[in-house]
């Protein structure tokens, strides 16, 4: 008995389907473009926010098995040192959906005319395709490693200074609206102004006032350093009417360095 063979087969133009009976081949075109734009459109999504320096709306769109491998920071940085911050545009030569996976792969042109080869890793979740791998002219995304350098004292001084004046404020207005405002989109995900209040309610029911923090010279130990994982860490004193103990962590979204955690004593 002669059997029929039907092979399904992806390319950059579309898919082609091949049917072989009895020695005939018959290539029929097949809608294996639109079946994998989904694909197709989360990556353009991605590479397009990565372009245009929204790279906190580009990580938004990785799945949550790549953010258990690369903090928000460190994407930030290995997007803008594997050249995807200058993306201009790309063509696909490949694209697949198999159940809730996916790839694509293509050229990504940059915006000095110069090329990259790149490739992308998709999952579906909960129905939205999303980013699980990213591989840049051969170098894995997830594996780069670019630690921000420690700002100059003048900087720190001035995130302190920032950072305790906007703490004060939100204490004695008792709401941290403002103050929640101000803080990086990764730690607005962990919490609440509602919670932040809570939290410090001690410091609002005692009405503590940290006063002219802007005027007090912050004194740091140990010295302020930034971790594997781009967060800066500054913990020391300001001294004042009152000796103030702070332990305030950062982290950089957008070229800025935004709070990520702040813990405070008074003596």
């Known amino acids: 008995m002669k059997t029929k063979t039907v092979v399904l087969v992806g390319c950059g133009l579309g898919g082609v389907l091949l049917l072989v009976c009895g020695g005939l081949v018959t290539i029929l075109v097949v809608g294996v473009f639109a079946a994998t734009q989904p694909v197709v459109d989360a990556s353009e999504s991605f590479l397009s926010l990565v ?38 545009s790309v063509s696909w030569n490949k694209r697949n959906i198999l159940n809730d996976t996916g790839t694509t792969a293509g050229t990504v042109t940059l915006k000095d005319g110069s090329t990259k080869s790149v490739a992308f890793d998709l999952v579906n979740e909960n129905g939205t395709w999303k980013v699980s791998g990213v591989d840049v002219g051969g170098s894995d995304l997830s594996a780069v490693k670019v630690t921000p350098s420690v700002p100059a004292t003048a900087d720190l001084d001035k995130l302190v200074h920032e950072t305790l004046a906007a703490f004060g404020t939100a204490v004695r207005a008792k709401n941290f609206n403002t103050f929640y405002a101000q803080v990086s989109d990764v730690w607005k995900k962990q919490t609440s102004p509602a ?18 923090v802007k005027s007090l010279q912050p004194e740091y130990s140990p010295a302020p350093a930034v971790d594997a994982d781009g967060v800066l860490t500054l913990v020391g004193t300001l001294d004042g009417d009152a000796t103030i103990h702070f332990d305030l962590k950062y982290i950089q979204e957008k070229g800025a360095w935004k709070l990520f955690g702040i813990k405070l004593r008074l003596e």
């Open 195 to 212: 919670q932040l209040l809570t939290a410090f309610q001690t410091f609002v029911d005692k009405k503590i006032d940290l006063g002219d």
């Open 51 to 88: 372009g245009q320096g929204k790279t906190a709306d580009a990580y938004a769109l990785t799945a949550a098995s790549y953010q258990a491998k690369q903090t928000e920071p460190s994407f930030a940085a290995g997007v803008k040192k594997l050249g995807l911050t200058e993306y201009a």
